[in-house]
């Protein structure tokens, strides 16, 4: 038998949108992730299994060998890698999936374009520290960034801060909230990881796996979507 595989992933959109890329595998997870508490899910093949962790947790996962494979945005590798002076995790493959991107926002009333000009000294609160720090130092604009763990769109309504660098894909939040998005930062996509040892002993059953979702994707890029 091929030795066991694990597979990180987070619940929500990267579960529910790479349940499609396993099932075009062949690979069904056996347990209903809305109803089911369990945190390791087994699937219809015995080497492999899938465990539900948070989504920031995935590259750790991963890059310490408590998986073998995870599903992450580039949003979540890229704060990961920043934060980390270990070694890269290696991302075979953009699987094109919980796509959506990284933007500013302002509220409605503030001239985003005109601090900039003016060279005011901006406010931006974020949970993508990191990334956010590069952008605004490649583009010359002075920012004081102040970390948060959720709901960004709250902070330029309270005055906490100017601006928000967050996740956007129909903007309907940001409109619920009187926000505006000024710029884009970068296209986000989820990405596969996989830890490196992994690679090197468990070589065949990852490529297998790499392939199979490879096709999909490429499938998929043919057809309209
Ligand atoms: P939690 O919701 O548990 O606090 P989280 O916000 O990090 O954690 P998700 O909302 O499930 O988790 O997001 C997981 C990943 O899905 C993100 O890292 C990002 O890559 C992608 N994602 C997040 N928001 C969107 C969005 N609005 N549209 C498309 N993809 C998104
Ligand atoms: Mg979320």
Redesign the pocket.
Known sequence: MSPQLTLAL??????DETLPLLAAAGIEVGEDVETSRKLILPTNRPDLRVVLV???DVPTYVQQGGADLGV?????LLEHAAASDAIALVQPLDLQI???RMSVAVRADFDYARAVRQGSRLRVAT?YTHTARQHFADKGVHVDLIKL??SMELAPLTGLADAIV?????GS?LKANHLVEVEKVMD???RLVVNPASLKLKREPIRRLIDAFAATIARREGAPS
């Not at 992450?72 to 979540?76: E, I, P, T, Y």
């Not at 967050?166 to 129909?170: A, C, G, I, N, Y």
């Open positions: 987070s619940k929500g959109r990267i579960f948070r989504a920031t992450a945005g580039r949003d979540v919980a796509r959506c949970k763990y959720g967050d996740l956007v894909s129909t939040t986000i996509s989820s």
